[in-house]
């Protein structure tokens, strides 16, 4: 069993609707309890209140009625007496009527001398007007007439008639001083009867309240503040099989949901963590490869432009020195190989041999190496379209990948996939405020084909035409070498497909590669930047 001692004194008890608020001064239970108290204390001195007005309405009735009765046998006394009557011996007699009822005050005898009226004889120890005022009156009326009296006294006066003459009055005074004392006792009696009812009842209540109201509700409560502090396993011991056991057993079945859905609601949120943490993983490793390829890219379109520079000076130097090195050996055969003059001429041909293999040797450092390796052109598409979504969301773009799995190619994967990123940065940068981007993958009997279609600004039919020659650009100046696409192409062209395009302008540009499915095998091949 389970008390109030049992709670926290430094944590607040919750409302009854949860929001923490601090309750009233008392506690529920005395609350309750002095409520019951006072309304069953207010049932009672009520009732008794009512019973003692019936009462004192009854003993009031009863002495209005003993006054009437001993009135008028006083007056149907007088009525039979002779006359004449004396004062002293009819004082002796009402005396005997007022010792036989001791709530009669007084009896007096009006008459009337001279048509006024005298008293005649009185049980009063002193003279009275209140007597002859009622008696006047009941003369006068010749009827049963009631006065009031000053104090708690009450009169009542009969008219004495004789042989149909009204000669006098019985006037009949009553005291209400023992009802009164009687009533003021009996509302002292009821006043401390329902001060000890409420003590009683209180202590009675409450020692009822707390064991079969605030017990439970205090465990329930002391169950909740467990739970609020984090203890969810806490739970509310079920005391007796009534409405607040049931309310115990709602709790605890609700308090297991929660605790239920709570560790599954954990298990969810560590999934979704670790998938979080595998996620940031492989975006973590997509901005490493990016950044690889940037730099890729970036050594190839400088590779490129050594290659395009050194191509263009071996050409432009390699004829004139073919001609030279003819015309040195025509010479020298013309001539005696002692001779002074060929011993110079071979010494030119030597060193213009030296030149021309200073060209071959830049010709060979501007060469790459294509490795073939099996490649999943349908992987390698979807890693890439993962790769740039976060640089085509931030630019308004819709990327939308179609593609089904191909057999494996023999390609070089980093250069491919170096290429075709090329085409697809080449249609970001043709839509600066956005549109649509698609990938797609198919394959045919002999080839693999990937398309690249942009929504962007389009290329003029005199550009389109130049597009893969070096050097040229739609990008303002700093922003592109004009390298990209004749890279994109060698690439192409060194792993024996062909790539085309078809643009218009406003609407959108479509690069249209084609990858020979054959798997050579792995072998290393030379190509020219």
Not at 118 to 143: H, M, N, Y
Not at 160 to 182: E, P, Q
Not at 378 to 397: K, T
């Amino acid at each position: 069993m389970m008390s109030e001692a049992t709670v926290p004194a430094s944590a607040p008890a919750p409302d009854a609707a949860g929001t923490g608020r601090r309750r009233g001064p008392w506690p529920l239970r005395i609350q309750l309890a002095l409520s019951l108290a006072f309304a069953i204390a207010a049932v009672i001195g009520t009732t008794t209140y009512l019973q003692s007005r019936v009462v004192e309405g009854t003993l009031e009735n009863e002495l209005l009625e003993a006054a009437r009765l001993t009135a008028l046998a006083v007056a149907d006394d007088l009525e039979l007496r002779g006359v004449p009557v004396d004062a002293d011996e009819l004082r002796q007699h009402l005396q005997e009527f007022v010792d036989t009822a001791p709530e009669l005050h007084s009896i007096s005898i009006i008459t009337l001398e001279n048509g006024q009226p005298v008293l005649f004889a009185t049980t009063a120890s002193g003279e009275r007007q209140d007597p002859l005022e009622v008696g006047r009156r009941a003369i006068d009326r010749k009827a049963l007439v009631w006065g009031d009296a000053p104090g708690r006294l009450r009169v009542l006066a009969v008219p004495i008639v004789r042989a149909r003459h009204t000669i006098g009055a019985a006037a009949v005074t009553i005291s209400f001083d023992a009802l009164y004392r009687l009533r003021d006792s009996g509302r002292g009696i009821a006043l401390w009867a329902t001060v000890c009812s409420v003590l009683a009842l209180f202590g009675v209540i409450e020692l009822l309240v707390r064991r079969l109201i605030h017990r439970p509700i205090d465990a329930i409560r002391l169950t909740m503040a467990r739970v609020t502090a984090g203890e969810a396993a806490a739970r509310t011991p079920v005391m007796r099989d009534d409405e607040l056991g049931a309310v115990a057993s709602g709790l605890n079945q609700m308090l297991a949901e929660i605790e239920e859905l709570h560790g599954g609601l954990q298990q969810q949120i560590s999934e979704a963590t670790r998938e979080v943490r595998t996620r940031n993983r492989e975006l973590l490793d997509m901005y490493q490869e990016m950044f690889h390829l940037r730099e890729e890219l970036g050594r190839a379109q400088q590779l490129a432009a050594v290659g395009e520079t050194t191509s263009a000076v071996a050409h432009q130097i390699g004829t004139p020195l073919n001609l030279v090195s003819g015309h040195l050996q025509l010479a020298i055969e013309g001539l005696e190989p002692s001779s002074p003059i060929a011993r110079r001429l071979q010494v030119a041909e030597e060193q213009l041999q030296k030149v021309t293999s200073i060209v071959q040797g830049l010709l060979a450092k501007s060469r790459r190496t294509l490795r073939r390796e099996p490649v999943d052109l349908d992987l390698l598409l979807r890693r890439m379209c993962a790769l740039v979504r976060p640089a085509v969301e931030a630019a308004r773009i819709t990327l939308t990948y179609d593609g089904a799995p191909v057999p494996l190619i023999g390609a070089d994967g980093a250069q491919l996939e170096l290429a075709l990123l090329n085409l697809v940065s080449n249609a970001i940068d043709a839509m600066p405020n956005g549109g649509g981007l698609s990938l797609q993958l198919a394959a045919g009997t002999s080839h693999a084909t990937i398309e690249v279609a942009d929504t962007g600004i389009g290329m003029a039919p005199d550009l389109v035409e130049r597009a893969f020659q070096p050097w040229v650009t739609t990008k303002p100046t700093g922003r592109g070498t004009g390298l990209g696409l004749s890279i994109t192409r060698g690439v192409i062209l060194e792993h024996g497909g062909t790539i085309d395009v078809r643009s218009t302008v406003s609407v959108g540009t479509t690069f249209l590669v084609a990858l020979p499915l054959s798997f050579p095998g792995d072998r290393s091949e030379p190509s020219h930047a």
